[in-house]
């Protein structure tokens, strides 16, 4: 199955500014997605990123304050811009692996103060 | 909004006893279904997936998954301390086959 990188692993970071968060695939994949796991709750879809094309992104998430890149086929970034307490979650990357189901990346804990 | 519906528990067993964990999802297009647990502080972990109607067994784990009922669940026999964890159903949904997941049941095993 796919291993995927994903950096930093936690951050704590000051409102108003942005944190770009990395993730690092070791095959080439079609689709990777961005999700959002705030405290004691379960997984949100952010957004999906094709390469080549903008990301889609959920209802209630927008390109503005989530820009995603997605240069090639092995790499994506989500930038979590102007930041919030609000914003104080885990941001996970997840790829489709086929066979294997999709797997998911470690992790960026991200506290704003 | 397509949605994914978990007991989100806790679901207490003791140890050796068959726990069992259900889902219902409102997608009647959804095609594959997943089961992940999650330990506290670490991202989530592929447990069984499974697409056909009928049960799909691995190990201790079996998957059971009804369509016509919209209703995918998870047993686990011989249930261990160390199962205890929150366990996500996830839904396949739309072009992209994205992942929808429910709130998570969390399971404690007592000894």
């Known amino acids: 199955s796919a291993v995927i990188s994903q950096k930093p692993s936690r951050d704590i970071c000051q409102r108003g500014t942005s944190l770009t968060i990395q993730c690092q695939v070791d095959?080439?994949?079609?689709?990777m997605f961005w999700y959002r796991q705030q405290p004691g709750q379960s997984l949100t879809l952010i957004a999906t990123?094709?390469?080549?094309?903008?990301?889609?992104?959920e209802s209630g998430f927008v390109i503005d304050k989530f820009p995603i890149s997605r240069p090639n086929l092995t790499f994506s970034t989500l930038t979590v811009s102007n930041m919030s307490p609000e914003d104080s979650s885990i941001y996970l990357c997840s790829v489709d692996g086929g066979f294997y189901g999709y797997t998911f990346g470690s992790g960026t804990r991200l506290t704003v103060v | 909004q397509k949605e994914v519906e978990q007991n989100s528990g806790p679901l207490s067993v003791p140890e050796g006893a068959i726990a069992s964990l259900n889902c219902t999802y409102s997608d009647r297009g959804s095609q594959s279904f997943f089961w992940y647990r999650q330990y506290s502080g670490k991202s989530p972990e592929l447990i069984m997936f499974?697409?056909?109607?009928g049960d799909k067994e691995d190990g201790r784990f079996t998957a059971q998954l009804n369509k016509a009922s919209q209703y995918v669940s998870l047993l686990i026999r011989d249930s261990q301390p160390s199962d205890s964890a929150t366990y996500l159903c996830?839904?396949?949904?739309?072009?992209?086959?994205?992942?929808?997941f429910g709130a998570g049941t969390r399971l404690a095993v007592h000894p």
């Open positions: 095959s080439q994949v079609t689709m």
């Open positions: 499974i697409y056909s109607n």
């Open positions: 996830a839904v396949s949904s739309g072009g992209y086959n994205k992942l929808i």
């Open positions: 990123a094709n390469q080549g094309s903008e990301a889609t992104y």
